[in-house]
């Protein structure tokens, strides 16, 4: 149990568009979900916290009009980067939590943009 | 808020021989403590977690120990194998999970 979701795996995309990233719970309800960017052999930086139904949670220094996080379901958040710029390839991995302390990862996605 | 600090960034250790990865937290609120293991391109998977009530706690060859006075805890790989080869993370919360740190990491390598 405990599985989640990513979507889609890799995106490439011209500068200057908007890509949308899917995070899912398959087999639970997630009362929170979590977006992360990760840079090569960095450690993962939390970007913002959503629970459903509610505004998103953004961290410091998080632009929450370029970042925009819809969590729509219990099962569903997306993350949609917009207006992208080279400097926002990186890897975004998503994670859910069912209400207890332990997060759930997804498989990432990775972002490059040209 | 919550700042974690692992060490060492890079660990190589010998197949059969114990690697230790150390972290410190600065919030002495937080009381959920889980270790991820990442793989390469991969997902972190969570491989052991303690909780503030407990001291140490063990999963065959893995073992984590917490001491809250000084808040550190630390993870202990025991007869290590090449396929432990990946990059550790530590991490501490204290509400649920909304507000979780991660450390920087810690790439483990063991050399066959």
């Known amino acids: 149990g405990a599985v989640v979701s990513q979507h889609p795996s890799w995106v490439i995309c011209k500068s200057g568009t908007s890509v949308k990233i899917e995070c899912r719970s398959l087999?639970?309800?997630?009362?929170?979900m979590f977006w992360y960017r990760q840079f090569p052999k960095q450690s993962l930086m939390l970007m913002a916290t959503?629970?459903?139904?509610?505004?998103?949670?953004?961290e410091q220094g998080v632009e929450k009009d370029k970042f925009l996080i819809n969590h729509a379901s219990l099962t569903l958040s997306t993350l949609t980067v917009t207006s992208a710029h080279p400097e926002d390839s990186s890897f975004y991995i998503c994670?859910?939590?069912?209400?207890?302390?332990?997060?759930?990862f997804g498989p990432g996605t990775r972002l490059t943009v040209t | 808020g919550e700042n974690v600090e692992q060490h060492p960034s890079t660990l190589s250790v010998q197949e059969g021989d114990s690697a230790v990865i150390k972290c410190t937290y600065s919030?002495?609120?937080?009381?959920?403590f889980p270790w991820y293991k990442q793989e390469l391109g991969k997902r972190p998977q969570l491989i052991i977690d303690?909780?503030?009530?407990?001291g140490e706690k063990k999963d065959q060859r893995i073992a984590v120990t917490l001491n809250k006075t000084a808040k550190h805890f630390s993870l202990h790989i025991t007869e290590t194998q090449p396929e432990d080869s990946a990059v550790y993370f530590c991490?501490?919360?204290?509400?649920?999970?909304?507000?979780?740190?991660f450390g920087a990491g810690t790439r483990l390598t063991v050399k066959p």
């Open positions: 994670s859910a939590g069912r209400g207890s302390d332990e997060q759930y």
């Open positions: 087999d639970f309800q997630a009362t929170t």
């Open positions: 959503s629970n459903e139904g509610s505004k998103a949670t953004y």
């Open positions: 919030d002495s609120a937080s009381n959920y």
């Open positions: 303690i909780r503030s009530n407990v």
């Open positions: 991490a501490a919360s204290s509400r649920g999970n909304n507000d979780m740190r």
